[in-house]
Nanobody
Framework: QMQLVESGGGSVQAGGSLRLSCTTSGRTFSNYAMGWFRQAPGTEREFVTAISRSGGTTYYADSVKGRFTISRDNARNTMYLQMNSLKPEDTAVYYC????????????????????WGQGTQVTVSS
C-alpha cells in the first residue's frame, strides 16, 4: 500500500496563491506517475493535472493551464501543486493520486487509472 497525505489547503481571496503538497510513503515514489484531482460539492471528481514518473511530462486541464504548476521531488517522495491567480471556481477538495506506470514518460487523466488516493485537502477561494 502507498499512503498519500495532502497538505497546504486553506482559504484565500481571488487572485491569491496556495501551494499544495502530497507526501507519500510505503512504495517507491519514482515508480508512480502522480496526479491532482478535485471535487466541488455536487460535482464529480475532475482531473486537474498530472506528472510522469521522472517529472519530464506534465499535463493540465484547460481550466488551470497557465495558472497551476505541478512538480515532484523524488528524493523527498513528495509532489507539489503551485496554484496562482486562484478563482472562486477553483474551490474544491483537492486529492492527490498515484498511478503505477511502467512507462516512465506518460500520464493518465482518468481517475480510474489511479491506484492510490489521499484523503483530500480543502481549497476555498472567495471573491
Amino acid at each position: 500500500q502507498m499512503q498519500l497525505v495532502e497538505s497546504g489547503g486553506g482559504s484565500v481571496q481571488a487572485g491569491g496563491s496556495l501551494r499544495l503538497s502530497c507526501t507519500t510513503s510505503g512504495r517507491t515514489f519514482s515508480n508512480y506517475a502522480m496526479g491532482w484531482f478535485r471535487q466541488a460539492p455536487g460535482t464529480e471528481r475532475e482531473f486537474v493535472t498530472a506528472i510522469s514518473r521522472s517529472g519530464g511530462t506534465t499535463y493540465y486541464a484547460d481550466s488551470v493551464k497557465g495558472r497551476f504548476t505541478i512538480s515532484r521531488d523524488n528524493a523527498r517522495n513528495t509532489m507539489y501543486l503551485q496554484m496562482n491567480s486562484l478563482k472562486p471556481e477553483d474551490t474544491a477538495v483537492y486529492y492527490c493520486a498515484a498511478d503505477r506506470l511502467f512507462v516512465p514518460n506518460i500520464v493518465n487523466t482518468r481517475s480510474d487509472e489511479y491506484d492510490y488516493w489521499g484523503q483530500g485537502t480543502q481549497v476555498t477561494v472567495s471573491s
